[in-house]
């Protein structure tokens, strides 16, 4: 049986870091990365032959859990009609209507691969249809790795950005503005000084590449108001809330309108996927309707579309999301009472099916420096603590936990008895 170490190190000859997705290396929590072969509902089995019970799902996209059987015979008898035509299928429009018909804020909507494409197409489309350059978004905020979103906070809130990676150019990265998230005073203050200059506000309506951060009272509300003040377009974020915290996302839950929202993970049901859609007069901005160019050769791939519509069919079944988050509110109510007794101080987020954990003295964590300045080397020796015990957490501090359909009472009562042995240790 070959070992993670060799199968680490053959991967690393020819792959940067062994990993397709920096994501996926222990860069977080130190250690290799585990390599994987199967997965069946809320359990994965690595490449030793030993089961994990898995919170992290993909990051996002699996929401029914592993090799879910109608979305895998979906996929099969799909895939045996033909992989691509490059032409309309009647599976797009499917899902179009669909999605249109669950996220009532979007009446058009264009597939693309990633989550990635969706947010750089829908910052393109709000430069367009405004005619402006400059682009809000919040520290702590993740869109993928857009070059306009590759950037952090300059020196103040009313600074340019600066790009936090090599190979974005400054004179790009300038006409990103960062805040800070939870922030409205921040927001309606650079709106009053340049709002006349801002194409528009892209957020993600629950943080959930800062662990998890649900938005506080008002917050999008607040958004809403200056955009619509101010004629900048708002963009919901939604590739890892959609169809997550609420049939129809975070929109839905926390009753904010976007004019543009971008989708993938769960409406992919697996596959690749991403989406972007809104208001008609936006989306008509689009090629070849308007003059905002935007393609793809496999965009609205049949296989895709399959996944994607075997999963929100099941999703749609009347009380799923509420059994998700019980679900995820029974596990974070058990690992804050076993830390309490163990001494341990610890604070826990729950939205839908995202979890996030943060060993910190504060009560809440509504804001990016308290995820920072949470005790990351305790969150280290607990990750490793679980997974020695057959709990697979994201191997990140910053990122959310994720519960499917498919974890059940078993699952969380095992995952508390590791949590309980793994508190020990650290109290
Ligand atoms: C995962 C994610 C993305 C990027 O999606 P990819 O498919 O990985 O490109 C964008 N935005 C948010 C909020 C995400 O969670």
Redesign the pocket.
């Known amino acids: 049986m070959p070992h993670t170490h060799e199968l680490f190190e053959a991967a690393s000859r020819h792959i940067p870091g062994g990993v397709n997705s920096p994501v996926r290396a222990f860069k977080g929590v130190g250690g290799e990365p585990m390599f994987f072969k199967r997965g069946e509902g809320a359990r994965m089995i690595s490449e030793s032959d030993r089961s994990y019970i898995d919170y992290v799902g993909s990051?996002?996209p699996l929401i029914l859990g592993h090799a879910n059987p109608k979305v895998v015979r979906a996929v099969q008898e799909t895939a045996a009609q033909g992989l691509s035509f490059g032409t309309p299928t009647v599976l797009e429009t499917r899902m179009a209507d669909k999605v249109c018909d669950l996220v009532p804020s979007m009446e058009m909507i264009r597939m693309v691969n990633?989550?990635?494409?969706a947010?750089m197409s829908a910052i393109r489309l709000a430069r367009g249809y405004t005619g402006r350059d400059k682009i809000v978004k919040f520290e702590g905020n993740?869109?993928?790795h857009v070059d306009s979103l590759l950037v952090k906070a300059g020196s103040g809130a009313l600074t340019f950005g600066s790009p936090s990676s090599p190979g974005v150019p400054a004179s790009l990265a300038e006409h990103t503005l960062t805040l800070t998230y939870n922030d409205a005073d921040g927001v309606r203050e650079l709106f009053e000084h340049m709002g006349g200059q801002i194409a528009g506000i892209i957020v993600?309506p629950v943080a959930?590449?800062m662990n998890c951060v649900p938005p506080e009272p008002g917050f999008l509300e607040t958004l809403r108001e200056v955009c619509d003040a101010h004629g900048s377009v708002l963009i919901f974020?939604e590739?890892?809330t959609g169809f997550r915290v609420a049939l129809g996302g975070a929109q839905q839950r926390y009753g904010t309108t976007p004019d543009l929202t971008?989708l993938?993970?769960v409406v992919g049901g697996g596959m690749p996927v991403?989406a972007f859609g809104g208001r008609r007069a936006i989306m008509e901005q689009l090629s070849p309707l308007g003059p905002v160019y935007q393609a793809g050769t496999l965009a609205g791939n049949p296989v895709t579309m399959a996944a994607g519509l075997a999963t929100l069919e099941q999703i749609e079944e009347p009380g799923f999301h509420e059994r998700l988050e019980n679900r995820a509110r029974e596990l974070a109510e058990g690992l804050e009472e076993r830390a309490r007794a163990h001494g341990i101080a610890m604070t826990t987020n729950v939205v839908g099916g995202m979890l996030g954990i943060f060993f910190t003295e504060d009560e809440q964590v509504t804001r990016y420096h308290q995820v920072v300045n949470s005790n990351l080397d305790r969150f280290r020796l607990f990750f490793h603590g679980m997974l020695n015990r057959g709990i697979y957490l994201a191997p990140a501090p910053f990122e959310a936990c994720f519960l499917s359909s498919a974890h059940g009472d078993a699952e969380i009562r095992e995952t508390l008895e590791a949590a309980d042995a793994t508190l020990a240790e650290l109290g």
Do not use: A, I, L, Y
């Not at 990633?114 to 494409?117: D, K, L, Q």
């Open positions: 990051w996002g990633s989550g990635t494409e947010t993740f869109h993928g993600e959930g590449n974020d590739v890892m971008c993938g993970k991403g």
